[in-house]
């Protein structure tokens, strides 16, 4: 299993990103994915999770700001990320868990909100 992440960066408050994960090794179709954030000395947190028939869920903190997709033919899952502020800084991190089993991460992209 490979999940690699792309499209972090340096943006200033309020500014957008767009985090993708490519998926390899895996039937991509049948996973829930997710995306997950770890800032400095806190938890890891999920931001946002999409089921294999497209349900989705946000922590509370992000509703109406990130939208989460997947686009089962490329076997990638995407995070836009607008109205961005300092607070959601943190390394991002691709999950990928199986219908059945333990699931995958990807290395993380860093996120930087400052202006």
């Known amino acids: 299993v490979q999940l690699v992440e792309s499209g972090g960066g340096l943006v200033q408050p309020g500014g957008s990103l767009r985090l993708s994960c490519a998926a390899s090794?895996?039937?991509?179709?049948?996973?829930?994915m997710g995306w997950y954030r770890q800032a400095p000395g806190k938890q890891r947190e999920l931001v946002a999770s999409?089921?294999?028939?497209?349900?989705?869920n946000y922590a509370d903190s992000v509703k109406g700001r990130i939208t989460i997709s997947r686009d089962n033919a490329k076997k990638i899952v995407a995070l836009q990320m607008d109205n961005l502020k300092p607070e959601d800084t943190a390394v991002y991190y691709c999950?990928?868990?199986?219908?059945?089993?333990?699931?995958?991460w990807g290395q993380g992209t860093q996120v930087t909100v400052s202006s």
């Open positions: 999950y990928a868990l199986p219908l059945v089993g333990t699931g995958s």
């Open positions: 090794g895996i039937i991509f179709r049948l996973h829930t």
């Open positions: 999409i089921t294999s028939v497209g349900s989705t």
